[in-house]
């Protein structure tokens, strides 16, 4: 399914990411919101990133304007038989709204002609007003190059890449890939014709309270996508130390991946230990290795392991945005930003959701409320079955004193979790109290003392939230 993600604006993609290029050979008028409409041209792109995964990408591009939307394949993380598979959904996109487009054969040129391509098409660099590119002459051939279904991974997506043991033990039967069932599919946004549009788009908590709250959200994400970890195993080394047999170590990436996806902590340690004696530079092993102890609360070696698997492979996002899972909860939440930014500039990521979340929770520590509750409210807008987030946005707008927003938040909650038939399943009593908890202290922040009990009452779990709710329906007045 293709999406469009209002994020791109170009797909800096290097040479030997493009496995795929399609370009129109006419151009019809096709409206773009706050453009008009105008001529344009469409561009499909597939690439296949450093971990082995698939993207497609479409690109629809007006010259006059510089107007750019681009599509991406939702999930963005596809093998080879569904990276055909959407290509040729891509195609047929396309063509519905009148392109014809034609086949670049971009793997068969050689590379002088694969650069003279990609610096004549706009897409892989920052739009602009420039001449049209297809044209001798300057700005033309030649030109300086710069460069929905609902992914289900993605419901409580959390803080880190892989999280979905935290979810069995609360009750839900979380799976690595993909994680929590089905949701209903919003849809794609109108496809963008002539004339048509491009887009669619109380009392207070005490101390040890939050503390536990703010433990739960920070492990709430710990599994959920230790597949894709296991699919992007490599056996070569990644940095210095004895290569080993290659077969022996890919055994034991797969059986410590299969560990971690099982929540057998100190078995996949003991495992990845024989993958790191025998290279001790393999970073999925030192990225094992770091989530590992990360869930057994050792935060020294997970931050040790995770930095260790960074400067294994400077250009790998996963062990990234899980290092700021680490940093965020030390503290350390300004270097967690830095490397959250570093994330969200890889277009390749698959999992965007989970740094846009951390991204949140490492500006609320530091502080800056307003510019997380924003970035929330984008996050849900885009991925409006991200569950994690409106518990976390009601976190953060409960902490800057916005009772309306926290409300918002837990209704939002409601409707598209709890009450969603193909999610509430998976969306443990744990999960629903603790937004009736943030809910029922708003409602009491605003003296609505009635909608503050309707919502303590409503807890029902033995676990600290639904505690929580019990403490504080007793606190208020009769």
Same mark, same amino acid.
């Given at each position: 399914?293709?999406?469009?993600?209002?994020? =791109?604006?170009?797909?800096?993609?290097?040479?030997?990411?493009?496995? !795929?290029?399609?370009?129109?050979?006419? @151009?019809?008028?096709?409206?773009?919101?706050?453009?008009?409409?105008? *001529?344009?041209?469409?561009?499909?792109?597939?690439?296949?990133?450093?971990?082995?995964?698939?993207?497609?990408?479409?690109?629809?591009?007006?010259?006059?304007?510089?107007?750019?939307?681009?599509?991406?394949?939702? *999930?963005?993380?596809?093998?080879?038989?569904?990276? $055909?598979?959407?290509?040729?959904?891509?195609? $047929?996109?396309?063509?519905?709204?009148?392109? &014809?487009?034609?086949?670049?054969?971009?793997?068969?040129?050689?590379?002088?002609?694969?650069?003279?391509?990609?610096?004549?098409?706009?897409?892989?660099?920052?739009?602009?007003?420039?001449?049209?590119?297809? =044209?001798?002459? *300057?700005? /033309?051939?030649?030109?300086?190059?710069?460069?929905?279904?609902?992914?289900?991974?993605?419901?409580?997506?959390?803080?880190?890449?892989?999280?979905?043991?935290?979810?069995? #033990?609360?009750?839900?039967?979380?799976?690595?890939?993909?994680?929590?069932?089905?949701?209903?599919?919003?849809?794609?946004?109108?496809?963008?014709?002539? /004339?048509?549009?491009?887009?669619?788009?109380?009392?207070?908590?005490?101390?040890?309270?939050?503390?536990?709250?703010?433990?739960?959200?920070?492990?709430?994400?710990?599994?959920?996508?230790? /597949?894709?970890?296991?699919?992007?195993?490599?056996?070569?080394?990644?940095?210095?130390?004895?290569? /080993?047999?290659?077969?022996?170590?890919?055994?034991?990436?797969?059986?410590?991946?299969?560990?971690?996806? $099982?929540? +057998?902590?100190?078995?996949?340690? $003991?495992?990845?230990?024989?993958?790191?004696?025998?290279?001790?530079?393999?970073?999925?092993?030192?990225?094992?290795?770091?989530?590992?102890?990360?869930?057994?609360?050792?935060?020294?070696?997970?931050? !040790?392991?995770?930095?260790?698997?960074?400067?294994?492979?400077?250009?790998?996002?996963?062990?990234?945005?899980?290092?700021?899972?680490? +940093?965020?909860?030390?503290?350390?939440?300004?270097?967690?930003?830095?490397?959250?930014?570093?994330?969200?500039?890889?277009?390749?990521?698959?999992?965007?959701?989970?740094?846009?979340?951390?991204?949140?929770?490492?500006?609320?520590?530091?502080?800056? =409320?307003?510019?997380?509750?924003?970035?929330?409210?984008?996050?849900?807008?885009?991925? *409006?079955?991200?569950?994690?987030?409106?518990?976390?946005?009601? @976190?953060?707008?409960?902490?800057?004193?916005?009772?309306?927003?926290?409300?918002?938040?837990?209704?939002?909650?409601?409707?598209?979790?709890?009450?969603?038939?193909?999610?509430?399943? @998976?969306?443990?009593?744990?999960?629903?109290?603790?937004?009736?908890? #943030?809910?029922?202290?708003?409602?009491?922040? &605003?003296?609505?003392?009635?909608?503050?009990?309707?919502?303590? +009452?409503?807890?029902?779990?033995?676990?600290?939230?639904?505690?929580?709710?019990?403490?504080?329906?007793?606190?208020?007045?009769?």
């Amino acid at each position: 399914m293709l999406k469009v993600d209002t994020t =791109l604006s170009h797909i800096p993609a290097r040479r030997e990411h493009v496995v !795929g290029l399609f370009e129109s050979i006419n @151009q019809p008028l096709v409206n773009i919101p706050g453009h008009g409409t105008a *001529p344009t041209y469409a561009f499909i792109l597939g690439t296949r990133n450093d971990q082995g995964h698939f993207t497609v990408f479409v690109y629809l591009w007006q010259k006059e304007s510089g107007a750019v939307v681009i599509y991406v394949s939702e *999930p963005r993380a596809l093998d080879r038989d569904g990276y $055909r598979a959407e290509e040729d959904e891509a195609l $047929r996109f396309v063509e519905s709204m009148g392109f &014809l487009v034609d086949n670049v054969h971009f793997a068969t040129l050689p590379p002088h002609e694969q650069d003279s391509v990609m610096a004549r098409i706009p897409l892989f660099r920052p739009p602009m007003r420039v001449p049209d590119p297809f =044209l001798p002459g *300057p700005g /033309g051939q030649g030109a300086p190059t710069g460069l929905a279904s609902l992914d289900t991974n993605a419901l409580f997506g959390g803080l880190s890449d892989a999280d979905s043991e935290l979810f069995r #033990r609360a009750g839900v039967s979380g799976r690595p890939e993909p994680m929590m069932g089905r949701a209903p599919d919003p849809g794609p946004p109108p496809a963008p014709t002539s /004339g048509t549009s491009a887009e669619a788009e109380a009392p207070p908590l005490d101390e040890d309270a939050r503390r536990r709250l703010g433990r739960l959200l920070a492990m709430f994400g710990v599994l959920a996508t230790v /597949g894709l970890g296991a699919s992007a195993c490599t056996t070569t080394s990644s940095g210095g130390g004895q290569e /080993g047999d290659s077969r022996t170590v890919e055994s034991h990436v797969d059986l410590g991946n299969q560990q971690l996806a $099982r929540g +057998l902590w100190v078995d996949a340690i $003991r495992t990845f230990d024989l993958v790191i004696e025998e290279d001790e530079g393999h970073r999925d092993a030192l990225r094992g290795l770091g989530l590992a102890y990360l869930n057994l609360g050792r935060l020294d070696e997970a931050e !040790g392991y995770y930095r260790r698997a960074v400067a294994a492979d400077a250009k790998w996002s996963m062990p990234k945005n899980e290092l700021a899972v680490v +940093l965020i909860e030390r503290g350390q939440c300004a270097e967690a930003e830095k490397l959250l930014e570093q994330v969200l500039k890889d277009i390749f990521y698959v999992t965007p959701e989970y740094a846009e979340h951390n991204l949140a929770r490492a500006l609320a520590c530091q502080g800056r =409320l307003a510019e997380a509750e924003k970035r929330l409210d984008n996050l849900l807008l885009k991925r *409006p079955y991200f569950c994690l987030g409106y518990l976390t946005l009601a @976190q953060v707008s409960q902490d800057a004193k916005h009772p309306e927003t926290t409300i918002q938040a837990c209704e939002d909650f409601s409707k598209n979790c709890e009450q969603n038939e193909q999610i509430r399943e @998976q969306v443990s009593p744990e999960h629903s109290a603790q937004c009736h908890l #943030r809910a029922g202290l708003a409602y009491a922040a &605003l003296g609505d003392v009635e909608s503050a009990r309707a919502a303590f +009452l409503r807890c029902n779990s033995s676990g600290p939230n639904g505690r929580e709710c019990k403490r504080s329906l007793e606190l208020l007045p009769p």
